[in-house]
T-cell receptor
């Protein structure tokens, strides 16, 4: 059965800290890995990763994929209170390219 | 442009009642998905539409759940004889043709079954 495991499940930091969120996966016919940020309800798309070792970057957020070790990390530098959210990792699973299997998410709290 | 919208944002119903949840996808997106998210969990896949047809409904938990997309745009998720275990946030997502793994989510409908 395809699965996605995220760690830690929750994390509390102070503004300005750097955080690393982890996502490991087991899936047949890997196609891509996606990161989402969920604040109130709607997950918002952050990154899609398909190739090992190529960092994707958007402002203070960056992510990289390791297809050999089957994991991805999401880094956030110089955290701000607005970064507080649940960060979800997902992979298309079941042999499909559309049926996303999500991890439980990491709840990040950034305190001022 | 407008994102995915869902109505109602909250729905409270009694056990045994019928509910309908509506999703308006991003204009021009051909693919539409429904997911269900329980507290402390990631979203779980329910159903995928490509155009008007349900291409994959393998995530629907049982025959009390049904979804339609008659004109290939708006979709309605229908739940009959609701049970307390159906309480969750129901999320809708859409994606453009050729990019089915880039899914854009709506704000969800929080369903509470008393």
């Amino acid at each position: 059965e395809d699965k996605v495991v995220q760690s830690p499940l929750s994390l509390v930091v102070h503004e300005g800290d750097t955080v690393t969120l982890n996502c490991s996966y087991e899936v047949t016919n890997f196609r891509s890995l996606l990161w989402y940020k969920q604040e109130k309800k709607a997950p918002t798309f952050l990154f899609m990763l398909t190739s090992s070792g190529i960092e994707k970057k958007s402002g203070r957020l960056s992510s990289i994929l390791d297809k050999k070790e089957l994991f991805s990390i999401l880094n956030i530098t110089a955290t701000q209170t607005g970064d507080s959210a649940v960060y979800l990792c997902a992979v298309p699973s079941g042999g499909s390219n559309y049926k996303l299997t999500f991890g439980k998410g990491t709840l990040l709290t950034v305190n001022p | 442009g407008a994102g995915v919208s869902q109505t109602p944002s909250n729905k409270v119903t009694e056990k045994g009642k019928y509910v309908e949840l509506r999703c308006d996808p991003i204009s021009g997106h051909t693919a539409l998905y429904w997911y269900r998210q329980s507290l402390g969990q990631g979203p779980e896949f329910l159903i995928y539409f490509q155009g008007t047809g349900a291409a994959d409904d393998s995530g629907l938990p049982n025959d009390r759940f049904f979804a339609v997309r008659p004109e290939g745009s708006v979709s309605t998720l229908k739940i009959q004889r609701t049970e307390r275990g159906d309480s969750a946030v129901y999320l809708c997502a859409s994606s453009p043709a050729g990019s089915v793994n880039e899914q854009f989510f709506g704000p969800g409908t929080r369903l509470t079954v008393l």
